[in-house]
């Protein structure tokens, strides 16, 4: 079935690292792609999206590389501070899940001062 | 205004209470959704509104009775819940339900069932 799922469920770095988190999905159709990020107490906050027809798209400190040959979906931010610590989920919209937003099971990034 | 408001923050509830969740937007988004989110889990979808109908219910348990009453608005009417339904409960809205719009999140009403 469609799966949208992550490779490692937490991430430690030190601040000023550059943070690289992961994701995997099996559905081949899936063609749009966003990461959120969750602070406690707090809902899902858009951070990057990118669609299937692109390899690559950046934002303020923050890259999202998709991989279509291998289903590979991966975060990059960069100069991690205290402040990015969350919870980092990647999301699917559309395939055979038209106007479902499917959750990946998430990445906790904790960064140390 | 560019947000999704949830009332209330904090809920507790008994399990022959019966109970309202809100939600609002004014960003003129035609898709409201609901989602339900376990401790270190991912949101899980509930319910669809599109166009103040109802376009996708996911097998929810009819304990959860969703209502949309126009396009700003979206409740979630609770009654005889167990302690399982314990969880945080997300509203989110879209331009259009389907792909390619972008999701705004609320921060969610966290439900205690006791």
């Known amino acids: 079935g469609e799966s949208v799922g992550l490779h490692l469920p937490t991430l430690s770095v030190q601040e000023g690292d550059n943070s690289i988190i992961n994701c995997a999905y099996s559905?081949?159709?899936?063609?749009?792609f966003i990461w959120y990020k969750q602070e406690s107490g707090k809902g899902p906050q858009f951070i990057i999206d990118?669609?299937?027809?692109?390899d690559k798209r950046q934002g303020q400190r923050v890259t999202v590389l998709l991989n279509k040959t291998v289903k590979h979906l991966s975060l990059q931010i960069a100069a991690t501070q205290p402040g990015d610590s969350a919870v980092y989920f990647c999301?699917?919209?559309?395939?055979?899940?038209?106007?479902?937003?499917?959750f990946g099971q998430g990445t906790i990034l904790t960064v140390h001062p | 205004d560019t947000e999704v408001t949830q009332t209330p923050k904090h809920l507790v509830m008994g399990m022959t209470n019966k109970k309202s969740l809100k939600c609002e937007q004014h960003m003129g988004h035609r898709a409201m959704y609901w989602y339900k989110q376990k401790a270190k889990k991912p949101p899980e979808l509930m319910f669809v509104y599109s166009y103040e109908k109802l376009s996708i219910n996911e097998s929810v348990p009819s304990r959860f009775s969703p209502e949309c009453p126009n396009s700003s608005l979206l409740n979630l009417h609770l009654h005889a819940l167990q302690p399982e339904d314990s969880a945080l409960y997300l509203c989110?809205?879209?331009?259009?339900?389907?792909?390619?719009?972008?999701?705004?999140f609320g921060s969610g009403t966290r439900l205690t069932v006791v």
């Open positions: 989110a809205s879209s331009q259009e339900e389907g792909r390619g719009y972008g999701y705004t």
């Open positions: 999301a699917e919209v559309g395939g055979t899940s038209y106007g479902k937003l499917t």
């Open positions: 559905n081949s159709a899936s063609d749009y």
């Open positions: 990118i669609r299937s027809n692109m």
